[in-house]
């Protein structure tokens, strides 16, 4: 059975920061590329960030970049999203995912490719 639990949502004024976690169950986290993805309300899911099984690359949609950073920490079974400088859009609800193929070669940008999801967790920036 696999888990994903994220953690680490909350409201935060604008120019804040937050760190997501998402906590993976068992056998199921070393060899798998691990993403996040956010929903906004009345928008698509949308990719946020990726990081390889290794840890060795990542990958970023081009409005987070150099304000959000995806981590992992095999030994904790956890992947980690730091998020900086927010801004009201970045509003939404945050996934992470696995994704479906154990040592993978590139990571991906569609949810499509994941096969297991947490259940969210809502992060909201005020203005």
């Known amino acids: 059975q696999v888990q994903l639990v994220e953690s680490g949502g909350g409201l935060v004024q604008a120019g804040g920061s937050l760190r997501l976690s998402c906590a993976a169950s068992?056998?199921?986290?070393?060899?798998?590329?691990m993403g996040w993805f956010r929903q906004a309300p009345g928008k698509e899911r949308e990719f946020v960030a990726a990081?390889?099984?290794?840890?060795?690359?990542?990958d970023y949609r081009d409005s987070v970049k150099g304000r959000f950073t995806i981590s992992r920490d095999s030994a904790k079974n956890t992947v980690y999203l730091q998020m900086n400088i927010l801004k009201p859009e970045d509003t939404a609800v945050y996934y992470c995912?696995?994704?479906?193929?154990?040592?993978?070669?590139?990571?991906?940008?569609?949810?499509?490719?994941?096969?297991?999801w947490g259940q969210g967790t809502q992060v909201t920036v005020s203005s």
């Open positions: 068992g056998r199921t986290f070393g060899p798998y590329h």
């Open positions: 995912a696995r994704h479906r193929s154990p040592f993978g070669t590139s990571l991906s940008v569609v949810a499509e490719a994941y096969d297991y």
């Open positions: 990081i390889t099984w290794s840890g060795s690359s990542t």
